[in-house]
């Protein structure tokens, strides 16, 4: 279809998807929206398996009506791609999808070939710290629900460029909630991530435990979680925080740590593992991320915050090793340990009662899961192939060109 610069939306209610970084994949991550009969889905920030499931498997029920998630062409950091919003226009003749992207690095506009005609698809180029761009696309809209997946994720790139972080994850986070109040919209989903809690020695981080970040990342997260809630308490915003743990899957940026290693031991060159490798991560596959985001929309009571984690806790060594093993590579070989990132967090673990008390569980075992991520770049790698040139290969050489050699 021809994209219409305004975001206008002639056929139905509208589902505005609005990319940006969530977290691992991304948080590329795949969007899972789905709406009711008359609602609206909109897409933010979400990634093509987490869009696949939410749009597969949810209706969007009640209260939630009309959905507005931000992200389709990311992933939760990951890939953002066009399984979901498919899915929504196939399954549901009413609904029309906006796609509100600034795609910045990590979007990838092959992600929505497949829709580009269809005439219920309308691409939005904006970026989410523009008051007027955001006031474009949705004053003509009938919103009732914003699901705020867009962000800048990357802890290294947040040393090179901190700034950065504080236009998506905190400026941008002010503007949606504007906009929120401006229209009335009905509830508001900040996706966020378990670094704001920051290292973790032992134990479980629970949703009532102070925000300690260490990164600028994560702070710019966390200050954006308090803004979120400082307006569920001040203004009675209706707002609902989760705080998703390391995503992977297919379609996610290669800068994250699986899609680089994968790509990286495909190609045959080494992969960066920084330290001694044992810093501890819980891994979610996108699929049960996005599930787990939906499920908050849908289920969630206002100013409530959810940890979405599936308890997967590997060391960053343990990944490298299964990882090299799935790829067909030497660890000897491949595998050179780096200098260690600057104040980087050592353990993270949610406990996620909270989530599943909610009725969320995760459902995608790890091993099947990480050999499945694997066979995926494996069998797509003109995909990656082409990511990785450009920008992307600029950014890696300044990364790790001196620890590599």
Known sequence: ???????????????????GVVDELRVERHIHAAADEGGVVRLENFSRSEMQRAMAEKKTEAACGKIVARRGREYIHHRGDSDAIERALRERPDVSIINYDLMTYAGNPENVRDVERDPRYHFFHG??????SVERAVEHKQIEAIVNFAAESHVDRSILNPEAFLRTDTLGIHVLLEAVRRHNIGRYVQVSTDEVYGHVGSG????????????????????GDLR??????????????TRGSNTYGPYQY????IPLFITNLLEGKPVPL???????RDWLHVDDHARGVLHALEHGEPMNVYNIGAGNLRTNLEITQRLVELCGRSFDTHVRFVADRAGHDRRYSLDCTKAHALGWKPQREFETGLAQTVRWYRENENWWRRVKDGSFAAYYAR???????
């Open 1 to 19: 279809m021809d994209v219409q610069p305004d975001g206008r939306n002639q056929n139905g209610p509208a589902v505005a998807v609005v990319p």
């Open 274 to 280: 920084y330290g001694d490798g044992l810093q501890i």
């Open 254 to 257: 290669p800068e994250k740590l």
């Open 204 to 223: 479980n981080s629970k949703e009532s435990d102070p925000v300690a970040p260490r990164s600028p990342y994560a702070a710019s997260k966390a200050g």
């Open 399 to 405: 990364q790790y060109a001196d620890k590599l050699e």
């Open 127 to 132: 970026d989410i710290a523009d008051a007027s």
């Open 228 to 241: 979120v809630l400082a307006y569920g308490i001040t203004f009675g915003t209706p707002v609902i925080v």
